[in-house]
């Protein structure tokens, strides 16, 4: 599994899903620019002692990335996406591609692959969950699928 951060913002964000990543054993990719420094002491600190365990790599853009990457293994999460994550079907090494803080995923990211995008149902009253949480809920998702579909 590959998890994506989009030109995150916050390191403690960055750190969290660090921790999560090397819980799921997944990559962790960071597109810049960023809104941190990789050498920060707050990334590591939010990610505790795991960051040395953790299989990362931050890329120079999203060309940088898409060269890497198998694109069409890629899904898109947005509070603007129709689709729950919950009513699709990950396949072997999903890419799971979460935006900014504030931003999200640009619309460019999004337009063209509508069909690739998935939103985490939450109530009216909360505009959007955690960076960290999102990625979480997410990925353990896609986790237990797999995980269901090698046990039968």
């Known amino acids: 599994m590959h998890v994506v951060l989009h030109q995150p ?4 964000n960055a750190g969290s899903v ?5 819980a ?6 960071l597109v810049r620019p960023l809104g941190f420094r990789l050498d920060d002491k707050h990334l590591r600190r939010a990610g505790m002692d795991y960051w040395r365990h ?3 790599e931050a890329v120079d853009d999203w ?10 293994r890629m899904w898109f999460f947005s509070k603007k996406a129709e689709q729950a994550y919950t009513e699709v079907r990950f396949e072997p090494e999903p890419i799971l591609v979460f935006g900014s ?12 692959r509508r069909n690739r995008c998935l939103r985490i ?21 896609a986790r237990r699928q797999l995980q269901s579909r090698i046990a039968t």
């Not at 660090?18 to 090397?22: D, E, L, P, Q």
């Not at 149902?121 to 998702?141: D, G, K, Q, T, Y």
């Open 9 to 12: 913002e916050i390191h403690y």
């Open 18 to 22: 660090g921790r999560t990543c090397v």
């Open 24 to 29: 799921l054993g997944a990559k962790l990719w």
């Open 54 to 56: 953790l299989d990362w």
């Open 63 to 72: 060309s940088d990335l898409c060269s890497r990457l198998d694109e069409r």
């Open 101 to 112: 803080e504030s931003e999200g995923l640009p619309y460019g990211l999004l337009g063209a």
């Open 121 to 141: 149902p939450i109530h009216a009253n909360a505009r959007s969950l955690n960076l960290s949480v999102s990625v979480a809920v997410a990925a353990f998702e």
